[in-house]
C-alpha cells in the first residue's frame, strides 16, 4: 500500500544539526512533488518545505529558509530534509507528506501523510 | 506571511451541519483556487478532505463539502457523526516566499 515513513527524529542540542529521511512505498514516488510539514507540541500545521518530482526545483518557509535544505534520491525512493543552526522552535513532529498531483503543483493539497517524526532541541 | 484564521472551536450535535471558515488575502485564499481541508484526530496525521476548494478526494464522504466566497473559504460537514470529531486544518496556496500556508485549526466537538 501506499506507505511514507519517516526517521532520524530525536533530542538535539540547540545550534547542531538533524537529518530526517523519509522512505516512499507504494506509488511512483519519482512522479510526485514530496513536502515537509511540521506541528509543535499542541500547535497547528506548518508547511516547511517543498521540492519538485525531478530534485530541480526546491522552496522553503521563511522560518526555515537559510537553515534548512531539502533532498530526494529517486533510485531510493527516499525524501531527506537537513536542519541546521536548530532552534527552541523547531521542536515538532515533522512530517512528509506527498502532493496530490503529479509533477511540480505546489497548491498544498497533500494526500498521502508519514507517522511524522519527533525533533526535540534542547538548550 | 500571517497563517489563515479559522475559528478555534465549533461544536455540533449528532445530525446537525457545521461549517469552519478559514479567512486569508488576496495574496492566498482570494487570489487562487487551492484551498484544502484536513482532518486531523488525536495522535493521527492529517488526512485530506478537500483539495482545489471544492473537490473530494476518492473515498472522503460526500457530507463533506468546501466553498469559497472572496478571501473566506468555508469546509461543512453535513450529517454530523461522532467520528468526525477532530481538528480541521484549511491551507491555500499563498503568493510569498513561503508558497503554502496553513490555518491555525479548529477542533471540532460533536455533543
Given at each position: 500500500?501506499?506507505?511514507?515513513?519517516?526517521s532520524g527524529g530525536g533530542v538535539v542540542q540547540s545550534g547542531r544539526s538533524l537529518r530526517l529521511s523519509c522512505a516512499?512505498?507504494?506509488f511512483t514516488f519519482s512522479s510526485y512533488g514530496m513536502n515537509w510539514v511540521r506541528q509543535a507540541p499542541g500547535k497547528g500545521l506548518e508547511w516547511?518545505?517543498?521540492i519538485s518530482h525531478d530534485g530541480i526545483y526546491t522552496n522553503f518557509a521563511d522560518s526555515v529558509k537559510g537553515r534548512v535544505s531539502i533532498s530526494r534520491d529517486n533510485s531510493n525512493n527516499t525524501l531527506s530534509l537537513?536542519?541546521?543552526s536548530l532552534r527552541a522552535d523547531d521542536t515538532a513532529i515533522y512530517y512528509c507528506a506527498k502532493d496530490?498531483?503529479?509533477g511540480y503543483t505546489v497548491r498544498g493539497s497533500f494526500d498521502v501523510w508519514g507517522q511524522g517524526t519527533m525533533v526535540t532541541v534542547s538548550s | 506571511q500571517s497563517a489563515l484564521t479559522q475559528p478555534a472551536s465549533v461544536a455540533g450535535s449528532p445530525g446537525q451541519s457545521i461549517t469552519i471558515s478559514c479567512t486569508g488575502t488576496r495574496s492566498d485564499v482570494g487570489g487562487y483556487n487551492?484551498?484544502?481541508w484536513y482532518q486531523q484526530h488525536p495522535g493521527k496525521a492529517p488526512k485530506l478532505m478537500i483539495y482545489d476548494v471544492s473537490n473530494r478526494p476518492s473515498g472522503v464522504s460526500d457530507r463533506f463539502s468546501g466553498s469559497k466566497s472572496g478571501n473566506t473559504a468555508s469546509l461543512t460537514?453535513?450529517?454530523l457523526q461522532a467520528e468526525d470529531e477532530a481538528?480541521?486544518?484549511?491551507?491555500s496556496y499563498a503568493s510569498s516566499s513561503s508558497l503554502v500556508i496553513f490555518g491555525g485549526g479548529t477542533k471540532l466537538t460533536v455533543l
Open positions: 500500500q501506499v506507505q511514507l515513513v519517516e516512499a512505498s507504494g516547511v518545505a517543498v537537513q536542519m541546521n496530490f498531483r503529479r | 487551492y484551498v484544502s460537514i453535513s450529517g481538528d480541521y486544518y484549511c491551507s
